[in-house]
């Protein structure tokens, strides 16, 4: 599995949160975020890598984290390339279903990322639709992997999903479509968020 991460630096992490609370809750926020999602992902039986950006950043959260994860950087010149890179890797390594999330859904349950697991035995794809239009998790079947999905797609939009979608009935891939989830990107959705408190 991929975890997408940032190295939690003010001004670079929950901009859109920040322009609410001011930088430093809300990198406080993210690390707290981050490190919950670490302890769902540590009762998972799966192998899992830390994607981190920006690539100069390993020292810093090896620090913070310690060197027990598994660290790979994320290349590419925006999140579709460096999704797809990530992808790829993934798959040279001989994995044979891949899956990704990143580090905005602090409440994600376990269940949701082992029925994606178990859903790419049958389906080719596997995407967890989240409620302000993106996803929060995508994965693939090795034979499957279409870098279509990662092109072309206007990020940090509200169409990310629905386009993302269309390319993969385009591609002729069978899809499994995981229960929405709210991602926490806002104040609305931090207060929206069960136990927000920073």
Avoid at 88 to 117: C, Q, T
Wanted: hydrophobic fraction near 40%.
């Amino acid at each position: 599995m991929l975890f997408f991460i940032k190295n939690p630096e003010k001004g670079k992490v929950k901009t859109r949160l920040a322009s609410a609370v001011g930088d430093e809750i809300a990198v406080k926020l993210y690390r707290r975020f981050l490190l919950e999602m670490l302890s769902t992902l540590n009762r998972g039986t799966f192998l899992f890598y830390l994607c981190f950006h920006p690539e100069n950043s390993l020292s810093d959260l090896k620090s913070w984290l310690g060197d027990d994860y598994l660290f790979m950087p994320q290349q590419g010149a925006d999140l579709g390339e460096r999704m797809k890179n990530g992808f790829i890797d993934a798959f040279a390594m001989n994995f044979k279903r891949v899956v990704l999330i990143g580090s905005d859904i602090p409440d994600l349950p376990l269940e949701f990322i082992e029925e994606a697991f178990s859903s790419l035995q049958e389906k080719d794809v596997v995407i967890g639709p989240s409620f302000d239009g993106g996803y929060y998790l995508i994965g693939f079947k090795d034979k499957n992997f279409s870098f279509r999905v990662f092109e072309g797609i206007p990020w940090s939009t509200e169409r990310v999903f629905e386009e993302t979608i269309k390319v993969l009935e385009q591609e002729g891939l069978t899809v499994h479509t995981l229960q929405p989830l709210r991602d926490i990107d806002t104040i609305d959705d931090l207060k929206n968020f069960p136990s927000h408190e920073a």
